[in-house]
């Protein structure tokens, strides 16, 4: 009887790395663990069917403590590849120009010290002519 994951792209949970994610399972071992392959980090899930020898890392075993849950389909990667796209457009939004705001910042700050500076002037000259009216 032929395992129905071999060859497939599948959701796992790796008791390795205590995350789930998918990876594509290639064969299985004498002692019933799996080989697997995990995706490179930039590889859009829609890209994972492909299965490209450079979209993915180099084969170790899974852990048999690790479950395999489901097999990819087409319909899946596709809503998690729109899925992606969503999230890193919504970061880029909320992502602003942070040079802009640093040279404002300089500009306000340099311009404090100097109204302070002007401030402290103001008032030594305003004493000095109290105290020459004075005597």
Not at 7 to 22: C, F, S
Not at 51 to 75: A, H, P, R, W
Not at 110 to 117: I, R
Request: charged share 35%; net charge positive.
């Amino acid at each position: 009887m032929s395992d129905p994951f071999i060859d497939n792209i599948v959701l796992a949970h790796i008791y390795n790395k205590k995350i789930i994610m998918y990876v594509w399972i290639t064969g299985k071992n004498s002692n019933g663990t799996y080989i697997i392959r995990e995706p490179g980090p930039y590889v859009a899930a829609s890209d994972y069917l492909l299965k490209k020898n450079s979209d993915f890392g180099k084969e170790y075993t899974m852990d048999k403590k690790s479950k395999v849950f489901k097999i990819l389909t087409k319909k899946q990667a596709h809503k998690w590849a729109k899925f992606a796209k969503k999230i890193l457009k919504s970061k880029k939004k909320k992502q602003k120009p942070t040079t802009s705001k640093k040279k404002k910042q300089t500009k306000t700050k340099a311009n404090t010290k100097t109204k302070a500076k002007a401030k402290t002037k103001a008032k030594a000259k305003a004493k000095t002519k109290t105290n020459k009216q004075k005597n």
